[in-house]
């Protein structure tokens, strides 16, 4: 049994249970600098407690490789092509959430999925279809295709989705991309639930005088009262507040646009909210995704427990294993295969400073002989905090 296997079965210290808050986990539509992370790219996730100061990252790049690892064999290590969409599996408030359990659209069309397409990582640590463009545009009646840019799922079963373009051909008539739409997967038939018009209403009730939305961006329910929440994108001053249908219109109190600490300006694009989870992991990444054997680099850790103690280990299986600990969620490489700790072999615990920041560097091995290139996959414990960080994907090569 590794060590970092046999620090997650030790006893979880509890803790004061914190009053229940709403989470959001959210997209910006292009890449951004949070108060709290020097980036947020348009394909990463961040993630907004009701009272948190300022949002922070919430599965980093690094993080997307080491679900995805090289699917294709292409060389490089695979993402999704932006998000624009997302959806916790579940309607119900006490199903898990964590990285396996969320849906999400594309920007683009990536690895032969569609951007029309709600796509999941399976347990495999592949991406897989769970509903496909094509079954969604059979219902709508039309033989466009199009982009999905908001989604989510309700008790019913049914998806709620908006599309970023407008559709002028279909059997519901002419499409807006600020349409409210739904989708009965079971049945195979798509309604509007609400018309772009419908949205400017709420939108002008809660902003007088805001203007044209222009494009309606995500969609989410409101846990606390079940009314549908939503982003649009304009005006500028509130592309990323969250607007709510709830009193003929309003705005999401703990959810308005500066709430979220964008240092450089950014839309929200991808939007879903529930109770209390997910938690905040520390996140760690990389200062490179591809590195030569003998090169050193920076493996950097945020949002860990302040002046905590953290443990370091890399595997070089990618394998997704469920842990029941708070965090990520998912200790992504094989405990089985080779494993040890960072930054050196022998390296006992690395402590964090006051911000829950540690800062170290590691020497990538030679590679194994007759191998052509080596996936070494990195993941921290944070022992203060009971919390497994973000992965990160680093190939030898
Ligand atoms: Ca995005
Ligand atoms: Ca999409
Ligand atoms: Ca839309």
Redesign the pocket.
């Not at 997209?27 to 292009?30: E, I």
């Not at 790219?41 to 990463?44: A, G, N, P, T």
């Given at each position: 049994m590794t060590a970092l296997l046999a620090l997650l079965l030790l006893p979880v210290l509890q803790t004061g249970a914190p009053a229940p808050a709403v989470v959001a986990l959210a997209?910006?539509?292009?890449d951004t600098v949070l108060s709290a992370d020097p980036a947020c790219?348009?394909?990463?996730l961040m993630r907004l407690a009701a009272g948190d100061p300022w949002a922070r990252l919430w599965l980093p790049v690094g993080a997307w490789h080491a679900l995805l690892g090289d699917a294709d064999v292409s060389g490089t290590l695979d993402a999704p092509a932006?998000?624009?969409a997302l959806a916790w599996d579940s309607a119900d408030p006490a199903a898990p959430r964590g990285a396996l359990n969320l849906w999400f659209s594309s920007?683009s069309d990536f690895l032969g999925f569609k951007d029309g397409d709600v796509l999941r990582v399976n347990a495999a640590g592949a991406v897989e279809v769970v509903y496909a463009e094509d079954a969604i545009r059979q219902a709508l009646g039309t033989s466009a295709a199009f982009d999905l840019d908001a989604i989510e799922l309700d008790v019913n079963g049914f998806l709620w989705f908006s599309l970023r373009d407008a559709v002028s051909a279909s059997a519901l008539g002419a499409l807006e991309d600020g349409d409210v739409l739904v989708y009965d997967p079971a049945a195979g038939t798509a309604w509007i639930h609400a018309t772009e018009a419908q949205v400017q209403a709420w939108v002008d009730a809660a902003m007088p005088g805001a203007g044209a939305l222009g494009d309606l961006k995500s969609l989410a329910f409101d846990p606390l009262n079940g009314a549908l929440v939503f982003t649009v994108q304009s005006p500028s001053s509130a592309d990323a507040s969250v607007f709510s249908a709830a009193n003929g219109g309003s705005l999401l109190p703990d959810f308005e646009e500066p709430r979220w600490g964008f240092l450089q300006s950014a839309e929200l694009?991808?939007l879903t909210l529930s109770m209390e989870a997910p938690s905040q992991p520390p996140v760690l990444t990389a200062t490179a995704e591809m590195v030569a054997p003998a090169q050193t680099f920076g493996l950097d850790i945020r949002h860990a427990s302040p002046n905590g103690s953290l443990y370091g280990m890399v595997g070089s299986v990618r394998k997704l294993i469920s842990t029941r600990r708070g965090g990520f969620g998912y200790v992504a490489f094989d405990l089985n295969g080779p494993t040890r700790t960072w930054p050196s072999p022998q390296s006992g615990a690395m402590h964090a400073d006051a911000s829950g920041t540690v800062n170290t560097t590691f020497t990538a091995p030679a590679l194994p002989p007759g191998h052509a290139m080596l996936d070494l996959i990195f993941q921290a414990w944070d022992i203060t905090g009971a919390q497994l960080s973000t992965p990160v994907l680093v190939r030898v090569l």
């Open positions: 997209s910006p539509s292009a790219q348009d394909l990463e932006g998000i624009d920007d694009d991808a």
